[in-house]
C-alpha cells in the first residue's frame, strides 16, 4: 500500500516535500494535488516510471499524451522550440494556472518522447506542485486520474483516492480535497490559439 502524507498548500512541509521527491528520484509514482483535478505522476528522467503509468493507463508510451509540470517558464527551451512572442506573452499572461498548453517539441525531450512533434506543458498554481517540481530539479510527467463514474469523472477525496489507487502507486499526497474541473488546453503549435478544451482556465485569457 502506497505511502499517505498530509500536505499543506499554504506552507508545505520541506521533509514531507522531500520523502515525496525522494519516491519520485527513485522512479516511484505519486499521486498528488494541482490546481485543478489530482495527478498521477513521476520524474521525467525515469524511463522505468514512465512505462508504469503507461500500463496503469493501458496505452503504448509512445503514444501517450501526458503534461509536463513545470514550476514556471525558465526551462521551457529544453523541451519546445522557439515560440514567437505573442504566444511566450499568453503563456505568461495564463501561467500559472489552469491551463495545459500544447507546444512543439523540440529534440531535446527525453528519449522516450523523441517521436512526438508536440508536448503538454503546464504550471499549476499550488503551492504543493510548485515546491515539489522545485525540489525534484525536472518536470513531472503527469496525467489525470479518472474516476468509473460517469457524473464526476474524477475524484476528488484524498482517501478515496488513497483507497483506489494504493496499490498501483508509491505515495499518495494529501492535499485537501481536489477539483474535479480539469485543465483547459490550449493549442499553439501553429502560433494561433486553439482551445482543443475548455476546462477550469477562463478561455477570456485566450
Not at 499521486?31 to 520524474?43: E, K, M, R, S
Not at 508510451?61 to 504566444?87: G, H, M, P
Amino acid at each position: 500500500m502506497a505511502t499517505f502524507i498530509k500536505l499543506y498548500e499554504e506552507n508545505p512541509n520541506p521533509k514531507q516535500v522531500a520523502e515525496a521527491v525522494k519516491v519520485l528520484k527513485n522512479g516511484g509514482l505519486i499521486i498528488y494535488p494541482t490546481d485543478t483535478v489530482y495527478g498521477l505522476g513521476c520524474d521525467i528522467t525515469s524511463v522505468k516510471a514512465l512505462n508504469r503509468i503507461a500500463k496503469i493507463k493501458g496505452i503504448k508510451l509512445e503514444k501517450a499524451n501526458w503534461s509536463f509540470i513545470c514550476k514556471d517558464l525558465s526551462n521551457l527551451s529544453d523541451y519546445v522550440r522557439q515560440i514567437d512572442s505573442s504566444t511566450f506573452k499568453l503563456l505568461k499572461r495564463c501561467l500559472p494556472g489552469p491551463f495545459t498548453f500544447i507546444l512543439p517539441g523540440n529534440n531535446q525531450l527525453p528519449s522516450v518522447f523523441k517521436k512526438k512533434k508536440t508536448v503538454g506543458i503546464r504550471v499549476p498554481d499550488n503551492k504543493i506542485c510548485h515546491n515539489l517540481v522545485e525540489a525534484l530539479g525536472n518536470p513531472i510527467v503527469s496525467t489525470s486520474i479518472h474516476d468509473e463514474d460517469e457524473i464526476l469523472e474524477y475524484t476528488t477525496d484524498p482517501e478515496l483516492i488513497l483507497e483506489k489507487w494504493g496499490n498501483l502507486v508509491d505515495l499518495v499526497i494529501d492535499g485537501g480535497y481536489g477539483d474535479n474541473i480539469p485543465s483547459t488546453i490550449i493549442d499553439v503549435t501553429d502560433n494561433i490559439p486553439v482551445v482543443v478544451r475548455e476546462g477550469k482556465g477562463d478561455v477570456g485569457l485566450i
